[in-house]
């Protein structure tokens, strides 16, 4: 296939695509087609949809909280104010046995798991 050929089969190529191809001037002043109503009433209600899923589990949320939060549940502290827990919700991990040295737990801690085998 030769250049010539080539030139040839793009020339005819260019002359279907014309004849196929409706008139500008036509296109230009043709009546627009009527758009669907559906095109606004479809993304209101699903934006509308949203909304109330959104407040139905807030609303859920809230209420569940509401009720299980205790009756006399203090108010959080402000800025500046030193809130003083009693018990502090991490003393116990602070106590240790009665009559165990740090130095009996330290070696239980230090021997070995495999020893007994």
Same mark, same amino acid.
């Given at each position: 296939?030769?250049?010539?050929?080539?030139?040839?089969?793009?020339?005819?190529?260019?002359?279907?695509?014309?004849?196929?191809?409706?008139?500008?001037?036509?296109?230009?002043?043709?009546?627009?087609?009527?758009?669907?109503?559906?095109?606004?009433?479809?993304?209101? @209600? &699903?934006?509308?949809?949203? *909304?109330?899923?959104?407040?139905?589990? #807030?609303?859920? $949320? %809230? =209420? /569940?909280? +509401? @009720? &299980?939060?205790?009756?006399? *549940?203090?108010?959080?502290?402000?800025? #500046?104010?030193? $809130? %003083? =827990? /009693?018990? +502090?919700?991490?003393?116990?991990?602070?106590?240790?046995?009665?009559?165990?040295?740090?130095?009996?737990?330290?070696?239980?801690?230090?021997?070995?798991?495999?020893?007994?085998?």
């Amino acid at each position: 296939m030769t250049d010539d050929d080539l030139k040839a089969r793009f020339a005819e190529l260019k002359k279907h695509d014309e004849r196929g191809a409706p008139d500008f001037a036509t296109m230009w002043r043709a009546p627009r087609t009527a758009r669907s109503r559906w095109r606004l009433v479809v993304p209101i @209600a &699903s934006v509308a949809a949203a *909304a109330m899923l959104m407040l139905w589990c #807030g609303a859920r $949320v %809230a =209420l /569940d909280t +509401a @009720a &299980s939060a205790p009756p006399s *549940a203090r108010a959080p502290a402000s800025r #500046g104010e030193a $809130v %003083a =827990l /009693d018990p +502090a919700p991490l003393d116990f991990l602070l106590e240790t046995p009665p009559g165990d040295s740090h130095a009996a737990l330290l070696s239980s801690l230090d021997s070995n798991p495999l020893a007994g085998w």
